[in-house]
């Protein structure tokens, strides 16, 4: 053996060892970002994501479709994942949003490999950095959608196509048609990857390059296979199976608008400019408007995007980056709304190639002209900076947006997270991670508006199917008075006889449930109205107070909170009233109105007309601003008749009318607990 040997085999391994080791830490930082307050961030759970999560259900359950028809039709790859995990952590967002977590997670070594058998070492290094923190492929893994699982696998088709060019080993190009095979099953953007194949091989013919032809009949034969399943139900189902694709197609003329050509030119000019300029407005997709590259990466992107395009002549590994790019476009350029995020997806990870290509040519120009460690100094900056954009982008920006709130239907995951806290039994806010079946709580019961449940699909995939959650319309048993009951209506249909529902001699109080806002709404609204009955065992009986038309104050709460009062009033009647009257609350420094609150009991939606003789009410009011402290200040409280602004009398024990408003006890110094 030479005597240098073991030292050349020592500086391979060193070699080696590093080589997996930037991997790894690269695999370790993109894993700490997708999997980072996964189960807060995003809020809610947008009704695409839950649709799969129903979907998943039905597996669970036994049900096995090749192509999911619900929702506008869908593949089934990520919709099996999601089942695995749902059985294992339970009905909840995060176990849908892991699977896409983890599937991003994977496509960081899976784009190195890539990029290795097609540039070399050092670009894959970048091409798997550049994928690790471009806020794009961050924002795609943490989110729900089936489209993540594409650039995972386009990566292995890329790689294991390059394997067998270079190669020519019978097995690369097996391995090559079953990702081909099985990205069909991924999403519909993959349905043009055939078409990158072609073009490919005529890059070939014409370049009259040497290629093992029978691979290539070999990596069509196993894609066809592994298709073969989903290609013979599109042959027995092709409307539902290109519905979809009709729908946002620009041939579609309810989206050209009567004008192809000039609906194409525009979305070939949005597409390309979505790198740099101008990207995706959708906020699920992206930050709205925000380019896929920052400005410094975005340098990088087209200096390694023109070294690409111009060296794809001579050298086959550039021109499948260039052709696969331009090819993978396309489903963004001929649909609606380009550039689209998902649509686009299927360039993802040959992309990052472009940028960690210009990266390594202003590598390799400092290495020429100063030492090492000032071209390793740049790159670490140039990718520190891009991190620092997609981080601040991201979680600081967009995840605390209004706009995520509403377009992630933020309102209805919230209602099916009440729902099941009140009742005791699957995923809340404050569940674990792993929300295990626990039974429900005794004596608690939902009325729940079936607009509510058939409108939004978050409820129904995670409130777990419970005797305790009743649909309204269906049948209804009677609840019984020691039973705790919410009624959640929907607020623009006329509900009130829906309260009859309610136990009689409870404990009523009302309020606002969660705001929504659709994707082309201007406005947000309310969601619902959720009326809340309890047993009345611990109501304050510290006032006893009888006004006109056999309306009792039983008592009151009080509860400081820095600059505002929070008074609770409990109400009852005697007798049915027929008119609505308005609950006045007014507090007084000397004679000077500090704060006021006008308005019908239980926050307006519980006015008068609709008590019931035996129905107690819990009355909120927030009256703010207060002074710090409570000397030489009063509150009183009254009712009033709209109509007349005529105020009803307080009675004494004579049934005489002795004042027009009740006086509220306030401690003194202002310091109030309940």
Known sequence: MNKDQPHLLQRIQHGLSNEWFLLLATTALAALLRLYA???????????????????LGVIQGVRPIFFEANNGREPLFIYLVALSVSLLGRSPLAIRLVAAILGILTIPAAYWMARELLGR???????????????????SRVGFRAVSLPL????????????????RWYYFALCGFCLGLSLYTYLAARFLPLFLLL??????????????????????????????????????????????????????????????GTFLRHLGKTFAMFNWRGDFIPRHNMPYRPVFDPLMGVLFLLGLATSLGRAFQHQEYAILSIYWLTMLAPTILAEDAPHFLRAVGILPALFAFPAVGLNMVWEALQARSPRWVASLLAILLIGTSLYATVNDYFLRHMRSETVYYHFESGATELASEINRFVGTGWHKEAELRVLPTPTLPGRRVYLDQRLWRDWASPRYLIPETANVVLLGEHISPSSPSESVWLVVWPYAEYHPHLALLPVGSLISARAGPWERGDLDKEARLLCVIYEAYPANQVPANLQVRFEKGITLLGYELKRESTSLH????WRTDIPLDADYTVFVHFKQGEQMVAQSDAYPARGYYPTHLWRPGDLIADDHLLTPLPSQFQGCSLTVGWYDLRTMTRLQVLDEHNQPRADAVTIPLPAGGSLLY
């Open 567 to 570: 008074l609770r009033l409990f």
């Open 122 to 140: 050092r670009e894959a290094l970048f091409t798997a950095l550049v994928t690790a923190v471009t806020f794009w492929h961050l924002n795609l």
């Open 38 to 56: 996964l189960d807060r961030l995003p809020p809610g759970l947008y009704h695409d994501e839950a649709y799969n999560g129903l979907d998943a």
């Open 200 to 261: 490919l091989t005529l890059y070939w013919i014409w370049r009259r390059q040497k290629t093992a032809w029978h691979g290539l009949l070999l990596l069509g034969i196993v894609a066809l296979m592994t298709a073969l399943p989903l290609l013979l139900y599109a042959f027995r189902h092709l409307d539902t199976f290109l519905a979809r694709s009709a729908q946002v197609s620009i041939f579609n003329p309810l989206i050209n608008q009567g004008d192809v050509m």
């Open 153 to 168: 696998l386009t990566a292995l088709f890329l790689w294991s196509l390059a394997c067998g060019v270079h190669r020519k």
